[in-house]
């Protein structure tokens, strides 16, 4: 095993604290009501059901709603709904709209949107597509009313309706959730709290939003996550899109811009000096791996893909992308995030033993690769992901493995990776990225083993899609349980990914914000004392 990757630091990443004194100058923030905001990347896509990427969840938070929300412990709680009848021994739903709700173009909400809607996103995403195999039908029998007749009892489907992480089941517009769902939704029409500014947009630049006043929070239940009232207490908030840490800190110490929402643990201390700022991790852990195209060589080959799970080292990863601090990270992660009740040790030797890089080489010579191309997809413009990239490649090549690093910004990464094609035609072998759904195999993107139909990487695995299939069958978390274990056992054979380990946002922010919701950047109940 060489020694540690010394060459990938975090400092020698992001650069000295000196590059703070060299930040540009932003304009200041006027006035109270305004919040400015540092995103974790540009937002290139708009639409929440086209792709997965976070930064576009977070902005769907803002403009839409979704029917129930879930709270700090992943209980949901109705949102949009103003609650559901069960009826039938489980077989029926009916849910009512909330009275008052209306959408940013001035239109109410009605059935008819939200069964649009629905079918749209069960077309993409993972639980979804169970909601959808489900149903026999989903109707709207008026404009407050929405009825699932299903095959079998689906306890589960609240917390499907208000799932977070990627895809969001956000509720739009019938005009709009008609669109393809191959084909981006442009026109950003929601009913949630802030109102999309689409004529101020500036595509790598700036975002912006103003608070929707039509808006209507719940009146009941305590906020928490995306579950009760949501209160939009700033009249404004602009995303200001500045890619180096480095520079977003100089802003953040110089009051041009008020909450940052991913620093790193080499910039904290000295950010900390600043009586003005304060740094704080997020309460939830986020699981990240390395995925693979198992469409061409040479990961379509299961036993190159296990014979790299002895060459990665999750502290190593974890100290590239998210500093040296372990209060930051985890390692020792699984198929299933460490929060989970589902996370458990079964396989994990493949992961936690010696890494012996003369044994992964003589494996790889054994599972079959003779020199094959491998194109490892990096987002420049984003340090944490560009970290574990690097890392990833400098590995494999320590392998012997043929390693191009192609380069591009994190919206033309995030696209690029749904593209089939081979190599030669602008196709890809491996990216790294972070996944926020990871506590079960309901909304598990990574986990999803249906071929075609399955998230970027399309990994084919009956097994797996069989075994997922009997943790919805278990009737009791002791049952669920044993098939994580045996579903986590599986995912070692056929490898539809590394996990390289669990991280916790590192944020930073005026001193003067508080407030901020568990999770994701979320913008209701923020405000400034």
Not at 51 to 61: I, R
Not at 211 to 229: H, I, L, N
Not at 462 to 487: S, V
């Amino acid at each position: 095993m060489p020694a540690a990757l010394s060459a990938f630091s975090r400092r020698a990443l992001l650069g000295t604290g000196a590059a703070l004194l060299a930040a540009p100058r932003l304009g200041r923030a006027q006035g109270a009501r305004i919040l400015r905001f540092v995103p974790q990347a540009d937002l290139a896509v708009l639409d929440p059901i086209f792709t997965t990427a976070t930064v576009t969840s977070n902005h769907a938070m803002m403009v839409f709603d979704t029917l129930y929300g879930l709270d700090a412990n992943y209980e949901a709680h109705p949102q949009m709904v103003a609650g559901h009848n069960i009826e039938d021994d489980g077989l029926t739903w009916v849910m009512t709209l909330r009275e008052g709700l209306k959408f940013h173009d001035g239109e109410p909400v009605r059935g008819r949107d939200v069964v649009a809607s629905i079918r749209r996103w069960g077309s993409r995403d993972m639980y979804g597509q169970e909601v959808i195999g489900v149903a026999n039908e989903i109707t709207a029998p008026d404009d407050r009313t929405i009825r699932f007749r299903l095959k079998r009892p689906f306890p589960t489907l609240p917390m499907a309706l208000g799932k977070v992480g990627s895809n969001l089941p956000v509720i739009m517009p019938e005009r709009l959730a008609k669109t393809s769902p191959t084909t981006q939704v442009t026109e950003m029409v929601g009913s949630g709290p802030y109102r999309f500014l689409a004529d101020e947009r500036l595509a790598g630049a700036r975002v912006a939003y103003a608070r929707f006043e039509g808006y209507v929070p719940r009146p009941d239940g305590t906020p928490s996550r995306t579950a009760g009232p949501k209160v939009a207490h700033f009249d404004r908030v602009e995303w200001n899109i500045i890619p180096d840490q480095a520079t977003a800190a100089g802003a953040l110490m110089a009051g041009e811009v008020d909450w940052v929402e991913s620093t790193s643990s080499d910039i904290a201390p000295m950010l900390q000096r600043s009586r003005d700022v304060k740094v704080s991790y997020g309460d939830d852990y986020y699981d990240t791996i390395l995925r693979f195209n198992q469409l061409y060589p040479p990961f379509n080959n299961p036993g190159i893909r296990r014979a790299l799970l002895g060459a990665i080292d999750q502290k190593e990863m974890m100290q590239a992308g998210y500093g040296t601090d372990p209060e930051g990270w985890k390692t020792g992660i699984g198929f299933f995030n460490p929060e989970s009740p589902l996370a458990n040790d079964a396989g994990m030797e493949a992961l936690t033993g010696p890494r012996d890089y003369d044994k992964v080489k003589r494996d790889l010579a054994a599972a079959g690769y003779n020199g094959e191309k491998v194109v490892m997809l990096q987002a420049e413009d984003y340090p944490t992901l560009r970290a574990l990239a690097e890392v990833s490649a400098h590995v494999m090549r320590q392998l012997g493995m043929n390693v191009e690093t192609q380069t591009g910004d994190w919206g033309t990464i995030s696209q690029r990776r749904s593209n089939r094609e081979p190599l030669d035609k602008g196709g890809w072998s491996a990216f790294c990225t972070g996944l926020s759904a990871t506590l079960d195999p309901a909304g598990h993107l990574g986990l999803r083993a249906n071929g075609a139909k399955a998230w970027f990487g399309w990994p084919d695995s009956p097994k797996l899609e069989e075994l997922r299939q009997e943790w919805f069958a278990g009737k009791d978390l002791a049952t669920q349980k044993k098939t994580a274990r045996e579903i986590q056992l599986q995912a070692f054979q056929d490898v539809p990914y590394i996990p390289l380990g669990s991280y916790r946002r590192l944020q930073a922010s005026r001193a003067n914000l508080t407030d901020f919701p568990t999770g994701s950047a979320c913008f209701w109940g923020v405000k400034r004392t």
